[in-house]
């Protein structure tokens, strides 16, 4: 996975537990998108040789399991998943500096002794269904967007590789961390495309001139009636040579 052609930027969100409709999906987009995100409706139905089934149909994967443990326990986690060879795996940036050092140093462990590529450890800032009144409610110090850069800086300083985070917050969070720090990004939308639940959406090409690293994009592909021709076009948009005239 590089992040160097426009279509490699592109992953794909594939939300479901049906391990036959997210590989047909996967073989369908291999070589049109970067990766496709796994999250944990597929892993808590499919497990491990779910993920190893989507992994053969050839595009790298994104294992979105937000791991939010003690430092211990998430070390094990991360070590467990190393052998699946995600190219992205995540984990909460609120569950602190020696559980995100921990995640970081048995990532580089785990690869070292297995002989695999090390996954990126990308930190989950504030979800986007949080607002100021939740954090508050669980006791964490907003606003939201605040709150957001404290904790991808405490990621960025703990070892991790970069963060998610909400199209409103690339450009400052490019500003703090600076240019070798992961911006991968949710809430895209080509203009063609609903909007569904997202509520602040940027198109692809404006994620991308903003500062982003990755796109997340799941339904506008996954829902399309011909998701290889969505895909497609979202390569096209941002400027695919492969794509020209697509
Ligand atoms: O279908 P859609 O493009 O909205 O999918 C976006 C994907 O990104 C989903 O897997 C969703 O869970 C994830 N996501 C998000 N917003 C966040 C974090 C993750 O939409 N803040």
Known sequence: MTSADSASKIICAIDTGDPDEAESLGRALAGRV??????????????????????????????????????NTVAGAVRAAVPLCPALLTIHASGGPAM??????????????????????????????????????V????????????????????GLDGVVCSPREIAALRDL???????????IRPDWAAADD?????????????????????R???????PLAAARRIGAELGDPAEAGA
């Open 198 to 218: 997202q509520k602040r959406v940027l198109t692809p090409a404006e994620a991308v001139a903003a500062g982003a690293d990755y796109l997340v994009i799941g």
């Open 100 to 137: 995100l050092r921990a995640a970081a140093a048995a990532a580089a462990t785990a690869a070292g002794e297995a002989d695999v590529p090390r996954p990126r450890l990308l930190g989950i800032t504030v979800l986007t269904s949080l607002d100021d009144d939740d954090l508050a409610a």
């Open 177 to 187: 961390c600076g240019p070798g720090f992961l911006l991968v990004v949710p809430g």
């Open 220 to 226: 506008p592909i996954t829902g399309a009636a011909d």
């Open 139 to 158: 006791g964490q110090r907003g606003p939201a967007a605040e709150q957001a850069r404290r904790l991808a800086a405490l990621a960025q300083e703990s």
């Open 34 to 71: 970067g990766a496709v995100k796994l999250g944990l409706e597929f892993f808590t139905a499919c497990g491990p040789t779910g993920v190893i089934r989507i992994a053969e149909g050839g595009l790298p994967v994104f294992l979105d399991l937000k791991l939010h443990d003690i430092p």
